[in-house]
Nanobody
Framework: QVQLVESGGGSVQAGGSLRLSCAVS????????MGWFRQAPGKEREFVAV????????RYADSVKGRFTVSRDNAKNTVYLQMNSLRPEDTAVYSC???????????????WGQGTQVTVSS
């Protein structure tokens, strides 16, 4: 079993930065590829970023490429999402998830956190 807990969300003005963390418990953590997804009110969940278990492979949604950076520290069982140059359209609940695949589709993920709210004001 894998449990995920996100933190680091909050309110920020456009152009600001936030760093989200996802603490993962479970002895097989380092074998999972980790993804970040977000869901805004009234919208479907969308892929944000994914990082392979080794950290060598990352992929991003076009909407965040160049602004967001995903990373992981396997010694700390933690995945991060550094978000810079935030825009009002980035406002959403951000969730981390674990998968045995390097996937951009939510259905490919086996475990999910509860999410953390990010609000960007203009």
């Amino acid at each position: 079993q894998v449990q995920l807990v996100e933190s680091g969300g909050g309110s920020v003005q456009a152009g600001g930065s936030l760093r989200l963390s996802c603490a993962v418990s479970g002895r097989t953590y380092s074998m999972y590829h980790m993804g970040w997804f977000r869901q805004a009110p009234g919208k479907e969940r969308e892929f944000v970023a994914v990082i392979s278990w080794s950290g060598r492979i990352t992929r991003y949604a076009d909407s965040v490429k160049g602004r967001f950076t995903v990373s992981r520290d396997n010694a700390k069982n933690t995945v991060y999402l550094q978000m810079n140059s935030l825009r009002p359209e980035d406002t959403a609940v951000y969730s981390c998830a674990a998968s045995s695949q390097i996937a951009t589709i939510g259905d490919r993920y086996d475990y999910w956190g509860q999410g953390t709210q990010v609000t960007v004001s203009s």
